[in-house]
Every structure is written in C-alpha cells, then in structure tokens.
C-alpha cells in the first residue's frame, strides 16, 4: 500500500516582477553620475600613471649610472643612492597626492550619486530598487542598477555598458602602461649604462 503525497503547500507559478507604468523614466541624472564616476576613475589612473612616468625612468637611468660608474671601479660616494631617491621622491608624492586626493573624491561622489539615485527612482514608483550602499564597491552599482531596472521598465541598461566599459578601459590601461613602463625602464638603464662606459 503506498501513501499519498500530500499537495504542495507553495503554488509553483512564476513570481511576476513588479513593472512601472509605461513611460516611466529609466535613467536619473545621478545615475549617470554614478555611471560617470566610473569612467572619470579611467581618467584619473590615466593622470597618475602619466605622473609617475618620468620620475621612474629618471630613477632607473641614474641607478643604471651609478651601477656603470661601481663596475668601473670607481668608488661610489655612500650619499649618492639617498640622492637618488630624493630627487624622485618630489615627482612621486606628486603624483600619489593627486591621484589619492582625485580618487577619494570621485569614490564620495560615487556614494552620493549612489544614494540621490535609489531615492530619485523610488519617488518614479519602482518598488524594487539596488540599494545604493552597493556604491561603496563604485562600479558595481551602475551594474546592478541596470539590471534592476531594466527587470521593470524593459530598458535602461546604458549605465551598466558604461560601468564594464570603465572597468575594462581600467584594466587595458593599467596592463597597457605596466608592460610599456617594464620596457622604457630597461632602455632608460641600458643608455644610462651607455653615458658612463
């Protein structure tokens, strides 16, 4: 004799998103604020990586000298790597202070535009919303803003685009000026080796 399996007390029909009326703006401009902060942080590595450029391959054809000027056999005066180094401390902390002071403000302007949008869109009426503290990790909330949105309007997915088109300039750029930055060095050092043999 087999038992009855008893009905499931959980309908299994689909759950509906929630949907706002037709016409319903989609976009905020703090949410392209949010979406902005992004790419402005592309312009911002840009700037410290063009700062940080000359000060390092200053560096390296100097260091590159004074290695040529020990294989001589010339004696090296002991303050010489202190010089060095001071002399490419100023263009260093330059560049540290400009892009730790920009990064700062664009990350509280990611937080802000982050919170004035999930406000902004739930006076428009959607009930669902990505909550803004997802703006402390910056892109991520253009991202998931998006895809929220989108689930009830049907569209509005430019800022998502925008976000991971940010992230994979940032990620392009970076790579790109490392393996750049690893060549000039070198080159910088073999015509450094090359003003003292």
Do not use: C
């Not at 040529?68 to 401390?89: F, H, N, Q």
């Not at 004035?116 to 990505?130: A, E, H, M, P, T």
């Not at 689930?151 to 800022?159: I, L, Y």
């Amino acid at each position: 004799m087999s038992a009855a399996v008893p009905p499931s007390p959980w309908p299994h029909a689909p759950v509906e998103e929630p949907r706002v009326p037709s016409g319903t703006p989609v976009y905020t401009a703090w949410g392209w604020v949010a979406a902005g902060t992004a790419v402005a942080a592309v312009a911002v590595s840009a700037v410290s990586m063009w700062l940080m450029t000359e000060p390092m391959l200053t560096y390296a054809r100097q260091v590159a000298e004074l290695s040529s000027a020990t294989a001589t056999g010339s004696r090296v005066p002991p303050g010489e790597v202190l010089a060095i180094m001071l002399d490419m401390m100023p263009g260093m902390l330059t560049a540290s202070v400009i892009s730790t002071v920009l990064g700062w403000a664009l990350y509280a302007l990611a937080v802000v535009a982050g919170y004035r949008d999930y406000v902004q869109l739930g006076r428009l009426g959607y009930s669902k919303r990505f909550h803004w503290a997802w703006s402390f990790l910056s892109p991520v909330y253009p991202i998931g803003r998006a895809v929220v949105v989108r689930r009830q309007a049907g569209s509005g997915s430019a800022t998502m685009w925008i976000a991971i088109a940010a992230i994979a300039a940032n990620v392009l750029l970076s790579l790109g000026w490392s393996f750049w930055l690893v060549w000039a060095m070198f080159d910088a050092m073999r015509s450094g080796l090359g003003t003292v043999a």
